[in-house]
């Protein structure tokens, strides 16, 4: 059974940083790409960063560029989000899913199904 957990999440103020973990589980987590979304409230989902396993390729919407940093741990199956300069307005459900995708001109494999996780609520205030 495949499994996606996030944790990390919590209340920081404004300037502050939080990270994120993504514990995967019952597939081979090295050859897929794993993507962060997060969805303020009344606001549509959003993918925020993406990560190839295997070769280490990473892609971030520019708004997150130079702030947040997404890495894995092979060993233990696990995939991180460093995030930095947080905002009040990036209060939001933080969520990790085997999703991959066309970003920023490369491919990133996505795994022959979607899972997600149940969600990590970061919130930031003034």
């Known amino acids: 059974e495949v499994q996606l957990v996030e944790s990390g999440g919590g209340l920081v103020q404004a300037g502050g940083s939080l990270r994120l973990s993504c514990a995967t589980s019952g597939f081979t987590f090295d050859n897929y790409a794993i993507t962060w979304f997060r969805q303020a409230s009344g606001k549509e989902r959003e993918g925020i960063s993406c990560?190839?396993?295997?070769?280490?390729?990473?892609y971030y919407i520019d708004s997150m560029k130079g702030r947040f940093t997404i890495s894995s741990d092979n060993a233990k199956n696990t995939v991180y989000l460093q995030m930095n300069s947080l905002g009040p307005g990036e209060k939001a459900v933080y969520y990790c899913?085997?999703?991959?995708?066309?970003?920023?001109?490369?491919?990133?494999?996505?795994?022959?199904?979607?899972?997600w996780g149940q969600g990590t609520q970061g919130t930031v205030s003034q």
């Open positions: 990560i190839t396993v295997s070769d280490g390729s990473t």
């Open positions: 899913a085997t999703m991959g995708g066309d970003y920023g001109g490369s491919y990133f494999p996505s795994y022959a199904d979607e899972f």
